[in-house]
């Protein structure tokens, strides 16, 4: 199976110093990919009971545990999108950080957002080839 790490996930971004305890998380945000990470969560959550949830609800962050209290509602119809500030955060950078390419590009005289009907003519910003590559 071809690992594809999380774009969101930043080297260095998971403190394993916390606690003794917290170094498997970090291993295993680096041994697994996204999707298997995913489903072993799905496989530790199947088998926790309310005060082993109560239990690991206590062990995390305030933010963290409001998020889990959340997902074990049950009814997942109420339930609002949610992350972490850090998540969030992390998203924000990335989406920053691809605009930041964009806009660079749009400088560029034969760049991909360039068009030219004819080589005597001016090459001229088309905003459809920009529109259609972001969004895609």
Same mark, same amino acid.
């Given at each position: 199976?071809?690992?594809?790490?999380?774009?969101?996930?930043?080297?260095?971004?998971?403190?394993?110093?916390? %606690?003794?305890?917290?170094? *498997?998380?970090?291993?295993?945000?680096?041994?697994?990919?996204?999707?298997?990470?995913?489903?072993?969560?799905?496989?530790?959550?199947?088998?926790?009971?309310?005060?082993?949830?109560?239990?690991?609800?206590?062990?995390? %962050?305030? +933010?963290?545990?409001? *998020?889990?209290?959340?997902?074990?509602?049950?009814?997942?119809?109420?339930?609002?999108? *949610?992350?972490?500030?850090?998540?969030?955060?992390? +998203?924000?950078?990335?989406?920053?950080?691809?605009?930041?390419?964009?806009?660079? +590009?749009?400088?560029? +005289? %034969?760049?991909?957002?360039?068009?030219?009907?004819?080589?005597?003519?001016?090459?001229?910003?088309?905003?459809?080839?920009?529109?259609?590559?972001?969004?895609?």
């Amino acid at each position: 199976m071809k690992r594809k790490p999380s774009v969101a996930r930043e080297k260095g971004s998971v403190d394993v110093n916390r %606690d003794p305890r917290g170094k *498997i998380g970090a291993s295993l945000l680096r041994a697994l990919a996204d999707e298997e990470l995913s489903a072993l969560l799905d496989a530790l959550f199947g088998v926790l009971d309310a005060k082993g949830l109560a239990t690991l609800a206590s062990r995390v %962050d305030t +933010e963290t545990a409001e *998020i889990l209290a959340s997902l074990s509602d049950g009814d997942s119809k109420k339930r609002k999108p *949610i992350a972490t500030r850090a998540k969030c955060d992390r +998203e924000w950078e990335s989406v920053w950080d691809r605009w930041q390419e964009v806009t660079a +590009e749009l400088g560029v +005289e %034969d760049g991909q957002y360039v068009d030219q009907e004819h080589h005597w003519e001016a090459p001229y910003f088309a905003s459809d080839l920009l529109s259609r590559r972001t969004l895609n």
